[in-house]
């Protein structure tokens, strides 16, 4: 986007300037309802956003704020990281995340608890 330069997806950063080669758009599905959330930015979730949002009716497992995910581009990725006070573990492809996060691939599950709350996660270019 800072130089017009097309670069193949698997770049972590463009070929001419270096600028982050980060998909825009994630695009996050429940796997219960359907329903999805566009983001641009980096964004909180919790049981609010799974009631709400998704219509989830096991948001009841989710904690007030429960994740974040972030567009770290230092990493050159969009990571999900879990957030303090959440009693459910979040889980990436089934495996509980650490503090420090895990970088999201499109494709990938972000669950709580390993089975509950499942969002699937998409790329999109814009």
Request: aromatic residues 6%.
């Given at each position: ?8 997806a ?32 980096s ?58 996060g ?25």
């Open positions: 986007p800072q130089d017009g330069t097309e670069n193949l698997a770049e972590r950063r463009c070929l001419v300037c270096r600028h982050p080669n980060l998909p825009r758009v994630v695009v996050l599905r429940a796997a219960a309802t359907g329903k999805e959330a566009v983001l641009t930015e964004v909180k979730f919790g049981r609010a956003v799974f009631a709400h949002r998704f219509a989830d009716p096991e948001a009841v497992f989710a904690a007030e704020l429960q994740f974040e995910i972030v567009r770290d581009e230092a990493r050159v990725a969009w990571v999900v990281r879990p957030l303090p006070g959440a009693v459910n573990p979040t889980c990436y492809n089934g495996t509980p995340i650490g503090q420090a895990v970088e999201l691939a499109d494709g990938g599950v972000i669950s709580v608890s390993r089975s509950k709350l499942r969002l699937q996660v998409r790329f999109k270019k814009n």
